[in-house]
């Protein structure tokens, strides 16, 4: 059984940056794509980003590129998700996510195998 634990979530205010982390651990690391999620209060959840097994391919949600990036290191069997300029729309419950199959960069989240609980990001204006 895979399992997934973000943390970084906090309070930050517009224009400033924040880094969350997402440590797996049951399986080998190298073995999925990786992907950042987000759900907002009363809105479905949305695809941020999401990074091959060897960080060789990746892709943004429109609204988060230039903004965001994700990166990997399968050593400490963990994803990153750097945001820098936050606005308060990105306000949400950030959720990582893990796809068994290692090359795919897919924004659909029911392509993806297993979830962590999630850390919420509040940005104030």
């Known amino acids: 059984q895979v399992q997934l634990v973000e943390s970084g979530g906090g309070w930050v205010q517009a224009g400033d940056s924040l880094s969350l982390s997402c440590v797996a651990s049951?399986?080998?690391?190298?073995?999925?794509?990786m992907a950042w999620f987000r759900q907002a209060p009363g809105k479905e959840r949305e695809f941020v980003a999401v990074?091959?097994?060897?960080?060789?391919?990746?892709d943004y949600a429109h609204s988060v590129k230039d903004r965001f990036a994700i990166s990997r290191d399968n050593a400490k069997s963990t994803v990153y998700l750097h945001m820098n300029t936050l606005k308060p729309e990105d306000t949400a419950v950030y959720y990582c996510?893990?796809?068994?199959?290692?090359?795919?960069?897919?924004?659909?989240?029911?392509?993806?195998?297993?979830w962590g609980q999630g850390t919420q990001v509040t940005v104030s204006s």
């Open positions: 990074i091959s097994w060897n960080g060789r391919s990746t």
């Open positions: 996510a893990a796809d068994f199959y290692p090359l795919r960069v897919t924004r659909m989240a029911s392509e993806y195998d297993y």
């Open positions: 049951g399986h080998t690391f190298g073995s999925f794509a």
